[in-house]
Each structure stands twice: as C-alpha cells, then as structure tokens.
C-alpha cells in the first residue's frame, strides 16, 4: 500500500518514467534532466524514504574514460 501510494505521488509531481524495481521495495524514476530529478528529490524529502540521484550513461560516456 506504501508503495502504490509513492506511485502516485511520483506521477503527480512529473515523473517522466516512473516503475517498480523487480526484487524489494524500490521505486525508479526516470527524469529528463538533473534539475527535474533534484526537484523531485527535494518534494520527497519530508518523507520516509531514502533518494538517489544517479544519471544512466551511453556509449560515448564510456569512450571518454
């Protein structure tokens, strides 16, 4: 119930993408940019949850190493 609750919060504050992890309680979501995801993370803090943010990277950011 917890989590069916998070899902909507995330979806009514703009989550571009938002699931459940496959394997414990996890939720992702997915942001256009980092400022989206830092606003979200900040709308979420007064809650009881714990928030990352982390960036997907592709093929060029692992030719830049």
């Given at each position: 119930p917890v989590l069916s609750e998070f899902l909507c919060v995330l979806r009514e504050i703009g989550g571009h993408k938002v699931m459940?992890?496959?394997?414990?309680?996890?939720?992702l979501v997915?942001?256009?940019?980092?400022?989206?995801?830092?606003?979200?993370?900040?709308?979420?803090?007064?809650?009881?949850?714990?928030?990352?943010?982390?960036?997907?990277?592709?093929p060029e950011d692992l030719r830049q190493r």
């Open positions: 459940m992890s496959g394997s414990g309680p996890t939720l997915f942001q256009e940019d980092e400022a989206s995801a830092r606003k979200t993370a900040s709308l979420l803090e007064n809650r009881d949850c714990s928030v990352y943010i982390a960036r997907t990277i592709g």
